[in-house]
């Protein structure tokens, strides 16, 4: 099946800074999104960019599909943005969710 | 528009109970899947329910089973619970069975087996 692994696993930043999220996925796939987890527990969806670059507000999302990766931006970071982000790609002959591992970010005051 | 929603909330249950989470998809949205979150395995796919068929399943043992009503509201059970089960279960609803537009997700529902 398909693999997702997510870089870095762990990152820390002072408010203000810029970050960039990455996810690296092992076939072509037909669906991709990010999430933010949020304190408790839910799945925020941020994009559904399977392919393309779209923007939204501080976030960003550039998806190159021949070259099977993602990449979130997130600038001027805020306490607010702490949290895990997944990567989530689906494709191939079935209808799942596939997730990488997650990136725990944590933004200092 | 009201988004996934997911009852209840909070569950505490015994070794050897079963238990029913529900979820409510999105109006118009006739695609529901399952989710298992857990520290140890991370996000895994449970089940996935399209106009009142499962279509796809995880690798899970047969006492989790699923189903999915004529209005999309789907529901899971998991029968003689273990501790391993304790987790937070995720439901997320799409448009259709092909993900255009990708999945919303609910609150979850945190279920410690004790």
């Known amino acids: 099946g398909i693999q997702v692994e997510q870089s870095p696993p762990d990152l820390i930043l002072q408010e203000g800074a810029n970050s960039t999220l990455r996810c690296n996925f092992s076939?072509?796939?037909?669906?991709l999104q990010w999430f933010h987890q949020n304190p408790w527990g839910q799945l925020i969806n941020l994009f559904y960019?399977?392919?393309g670059t779209k923007q939204n507000g501080r976030l960003s999302a550039t998806t190159v599909a021949t070259e099977r990766y993602s990449l979130l931006y997130i600038s001027s970071s805020q306490t607010t943005d702490s949290g895990v982000y997944f990567c989530?790609?689906?494709?191939?002959?079935?209808?799942?969710?596939?997730f990488g591992t997650g990136t725990l970010l944590a933004v200092q005051p | 528009k009201a988004g996934v929603t997911q009852t209840p909330r909070y569950l505490i249950k015994t070794r050897g109970q079963q238990v029913t989470l529900s979820c409510s998809p999105i109006?118009?949205?006739?695609?529901v899947s399952w989710y298992q979150q857990t520290p140890g395995q991370g996000l895994q796919f449970l089940f996935e329910?399209?106009?009142?068929?499962?279509?796809n399943k995880g690798n899970f043992p047969g006492r989790f089973s699923g189903r999915q009503f004529s209005n999309s509201r789907s529901e899971m059970n998991v029968s003689t619970l273990e501790l391993g089960d304790s987790a937070l279960y995720l439901c997320?609803?799409?448009?259709?069975?092909?993900?255009?537009?990708?999945?919303?997700f609910g609150s979850g529902t945190r279920l410690t087996v004790v």
């Open positions: 109006s118009g949205h006739r695609s």
């Open positions: 989530a790609v689906g494709g191939g002959a079935t209808n799942k969710l596939i």
């Open positions: 997320a609803s799409s448009l259709a069975y092909e993900q255009v537009g990708g999945y919303t």
């Open positions: 960019i399977p392919s």
């Open positions: 076939d072509s796939v037909n669906n």
């Open positions: 329910y399209f106009s009142e068929t499962q279509r």
